[in-house]
Every structure is written in structure tokens, then in C-alpha cells.
């Protein structure tokens, strides 16, 4: 051993790293900034200061190859395309699919993709090469015209809109399942049933609703967004009963099947199986503590570069830490365990510590959870009697 050593004396770093590396659960899902910059400027986005910064063909090969090395013995990993407005990358999102298939096949596990955008750039051949290749999209938007343009604006000023409306048909010829992120916020919070309605009339079928982060929210709003979910889960039991081709994600999770629920966790994977890479190639626990870095001066929690490998493994060990007592202000909470301590971005964006949670996120979510709860009453009775 001593022999191996004189001659490669870089071994005992290089052993000491794979088993600080293999003590952390195999990475299942990256999220890829293949591009920070954006045609809109949502005054509610967790990524400010756009910047007209893309990956290299290096860095999107290099994602790639991370993601696939550091799944390690799994079989089946995601790559999530996000931005900025990851269409305004169209050629990078095209190397990503192209090289990922290739070496995916070589290593013999099956990659999928997915994409969040705000649709405003959708053409037959970018649907296309998403159908073609099993691309699924998830819309932002957020209601009807009104309440849609009053956050998402072009960078010019300009509603987008009448942009993403005219586009829904043509979304549906090449996926005919459509999603959508719906952001309430206290302006219109006390629409939020009525615009849910609204873009389900417009065709799309599964709704994921959470709340703007990073803002104030009024003991008034709290109340107002209480009634608009009960009335929300009344509408989601009808449309359950009518067996309509309806889905609210927000209720169709247990609460013991929920990450995190009823051990301690983080109520997310960050950190742990799901990790993030910026344009620039540099690796943290998710894009939303990505969009944290302008606050926080530096890259936040960085855990390395895709270019490099990992460095930051103190940083990730601090970030899913998994002790309990580290949520001093969560003990005496009835919801702890469901909660799992809240978005630690969230926390830290309004607290500087990822520990401590944001006051108003923990109405929201008592809100949420409290709902949740008697929705899935409710979905059990219905089970029962049928």
C-alpha cells in the first residue's frame, strides 16, 4: 500500500473524495439553466437580474455527463430544462436531447426530459422535437387576461397573455395532456377558483397552484386564500365525481406519501436526489437557490462545477441535514412533520438562514395542508362508497 501511494500520491485524496461522494443518495434529477436570460420579466420570478447568459456546448454536455455518473446505479434519471426561457435556447435544449439519448444508451438507463416555460415561443418545430422526443412542458400562466398580465409582462411592457392563448391549440396537437404553474398573489388571490376555471376552459388539464414567494402577505390575504382553496376543493370533488379529465396536484398527494412528511426532512429533494446546474455550469441544491445569488453576493451553497465535480460536499451535508432539533422554531407546530420545515430558498430569502421559516409561507401552507387533508376525507368517503 505504502508503494501505491509513493507512486500515485494523489490516491489517498482521490479515495477520501469517492467515499465523501458515495455517502450522499444518487443524484435523480437536475435541473439545467441552459440559459438565464428571458423575453419576460414576471415581477414575482425567483431568478432576478436577467442576464443574457447561456451554457456553453461544453457545460450541456457536461450536465449531461453529471447527471449520468452521479445517478450512479440508478436506471432511471430526469433532466429538467428551465431558464430564464430555456426556448430562447432552443439549440442548447437540442445538443442537451441529442447527446443525452446518445449516452444514456451507452450507459444503459433511460433519461427522460422536462420543461417549464411561459409558451410565448412555441412553434410547430419546437413541438415537435418535444413530442419527438418525450419532452413533457409544464405552462406558466396564470389566469384570464386580466389577472395573467398583471405579473407576466413581456421586457417590453407588453401583456403576454393573448402570446401563450394563441398558442394552446397548437401546445394541444402535440401534447394533448397540458399542464400548468398557476402563482395566485395577493392582487388576485380572491380570483383564484375563477381563473383555475378559466384556463381549464381554455384546455388545459392539470394545475399546479403555489403561491408568490418572496412577498408579504396580510392576515386578510391568508383568509381570502383559505376561502378560495376550500371553494378550489369543492370544484376539484366535482370534477372528481364527473371522472372530468381534471387534475390538481396539490390534492392528489397523501400527506404521508409527501417527501419529507413524518421523518424530519426538508419537504423537497434538493440537495439530495435533485440538484441544479446554471448556465454557467455551477452546481446547487436547486434553481431557487440559484435565484438567491444576487441577494446573497456569491453563489449560494455552491457544491461545485459540472466542469470540476463536486467541491462543496461540506455545504451539501449542511443543506440535508437531516437532525430535527436544527428546526428549533417548528417544535411545537401540529403540522411539523407534514410541513417538513418549509422551501429552505424561501427561508432563506426572508430570513438569511435556511432553518428559520418564513412567517407568511407558514400561513400559506397551514392553509394548504389543512385543506389537503379534508379534500383527501373527502376523495376517501367517495372510495369507500363507490
Known amino acids: 500500500m505504502l508503494t501505491f501511494v509513493r507512486r500515485w500520491p494523489e490516491l489517498p485524496w482521490v479515495v477520501a473524495r469517492l467515499v465523501r461522494e458515495r455517502s450522499f443518495a444518487p443524484v435523480s434529477i437536475v435541473d439545467m439553466l441552459i440559459t438565464e436570460d428571458c423575453n419576460c420579466r414576471c415581477d414575482y420570478c425567483f431568478i432576478q437580474g436577467k442576464r443574457p447568459k447561456r451554457m456553453t456546448e461544453e457545460i450541456v454536455k457536461a450536465t449531461v455527463d453529471f447527471l449520468l455518473i452521479k445517478s450512479q446505479n440508478l436506471n432511471e434519471v430526469e433532466l429538467i430544462f428551465l431558464g430564464g426561457e430555456p426556448l430562447l435556447a432552443f439549440d442548447l435544449m437540442q445538443l442537451a436531447v441529442d447527446y443525452g439519448e446518445f449516452r444514456s444508451r451507452c450507459l444503459g438507463k433511460r433519461l427522460t426530459f422536462a420543461m417549464t416555460t411561459n409558451g410565448t415561443l412555441f412553434d410547430e418545430e419546437k413541438l415537435r422535437f418535444c413530442r419527438d422526443h418525450g419532452i413533457?412542458?409544464?405552462?406558466?400562466?396564470?389566469?384570464?387576461r386580466e389577472t395573467h398580465n398583471l405579473h407576466r409582462k413581456f421586457a417590453d411592457g407588453r401583456g403576454s397573455y393573448d402570446t401563450v392563448v394563441r398558442l394552446i391549440g397548437l401546445m394541444k396537437l402535440y401534447q394533448r395532456w397540458l399542464g400548468a404553474r398557476v402563482t395566485p398573489t395577493p392582487e388576485n388571490m380572491h380570483q383564484l377558483l375563477k381563473n383555475i376555471k378559466h384556463l381549464y376552459g381554455l384546455g388545459i388539464n392539470q394545475f399546479i397552484v403555489g403561491p408568490a414567494t418572496g412577498i408579504a402577505y396580510s392576515d386578510e390575504d391568508i383568509n381570502v386564500f383559505r376561502q378560495q382553496m376550500k371553494l378550489l376543493g369543492d370544484y376539484y370533488i366535482e370534477q372528481v365525481k364527473a371522472k372530468a379529465p381534471f387534475?390538481?396536484?396539490?390534492?392528489?398527494?397523501?400527506?404521508?406519501?409527501?417527501?419529507?412528511?413524518?421523518?424530519?426532512f426538508w419537504g423537497c429533494g434538493a440537495g439530495r436526489a435533485r440538484l441544479s446546474v446554471s448556465a454557467s455550469g455551477e452546481i446547487q441544491p436547486c434553481a431557487k437557490v440559484q435565484g438567491l445569488n444576487d441577494?446573497?453576493?456569491?453563489?449560494?451553497?455552491?457544491?461545485?462545477n459540472v466542469l470540476t465535480g463536486f467541491s462543496g460536499l461540506e455545504a451539501r451535508r449542511e443543506f440535508i441535514a437531516f437532525r430535527y432539533d436544527r428546526r428549533t422554531a417548528c417544535h411545537n407546530c401540529d403540522l411539523k412533520d407534514d410541513c417538513a420545515g418549509g422551501c429552505p430558498a424561501v427561508n432563506y430569502q426572508a430570513s438569511g438562514c435556511i432553518w428559520l421559516p418564513?412567517?407568511?409561507?407558514?400561513?400559506?401552507t397551514r392553509v394548504i395542508l389543512e385543506t389537503k387533508r379534508e379534500i383527501q376525507r373527502r376523495l376517501s368517503e367517495l372510495s369507500a362508497a363507490a
Not at 413533457?136 to 384570464?144: N, P, Q, Y
Not at 387534475?247 to 424530519?264: M, T, V, Y
Not at 418564513?358 to 400559506?364: I, Q, S, T, V
Open 136 to 144: 413533457k412542458f409544464l405552462l406558466s400562466i396564470d389566469g384570464d
Open 247 to 264: 387534475r390538481l396536484s396539490l390534492f392528489e398527494q397523501a400527506l404521508d406519501d409527501a417527501p419529507g412528511s413524518k421523518r424530519g
Open 295 to 304: 441577494l446573497a453576493g456569491i453563489p449560494l451553497y455552491s457544491l461545485g
Open 358 to 364: 418564513d412567517p407568511c409561507e407558514c400561513k400559506l
